[in-house]
Nanobody, 131 residues
Framework: QVHLVESGGGSVQAGESLRLSCAAS????????MGWFRQAPGKDREFVAT???????????YYADFVKGRSTISRDNAKNTVYLEVNSLKSEDTGVYYC?????????????????????WGRGTQVTVSA
């Protein structure tokens, strides 16, 4: 079975940083992409970052504009864990952050930014930023 568990969320002040973790079990870590999405109350789920790969190719990272320059997504293959570091947190970063993955097929173009392209999801971890 496939299981994703997020951790590392919490309540912080604006300007501080968080490092979120996504521990993966099952075959998902051999898939094509692992991503992070977030959702604020009453709003749609939105793309934050993703890391993709193909056999014989290097890992590629992509970021939403609102976190580019202050965020890093990375993998620790020994721990089967994906991380998301976000610096200079703002109140508008508040929301539930979800880890997601896909094993169906490689994601090309804008597909990698769409929640519907990821079939496995964690329960999410709450991030609350106070201004």
């Amino acid at each position: 079975q496939v299981h994703l568990v997020e951790s590392g969320g919490g309540s912080v002040q604006a300007g501080e940083s968080l490092r979120l973790s996504c521990a993966a079990s099952g075959h998902i870590f051999s898939g094509y992409a692992m991503g992070w999405f977030r959702q604020a109350p009453g709003k749609d789920r939105e793309f934050v970052a993703t890391i993709t790969w193909n056999a014989g190719s290097r890992y590629l990272e992509y970021y939403a504009d609102f976190v580019k320059g202050r965020s890093t997504i990375s993998r620790d293959n020994a721990k089967n864990t994906v991380y998301l570091e976000v610096n200079s947190l703002k109140s508008e970063d508040t929301g539930v952050y979800y880890c997601a993955g896909t094993v169906r097929a490689p994601l090309y173009g804008d597909s990698k930014f769409l929640p519907r392209e990821y079939e496995y999801w964690g329960r999410g971890t709450q991030v609350t930023v106070s201004a």
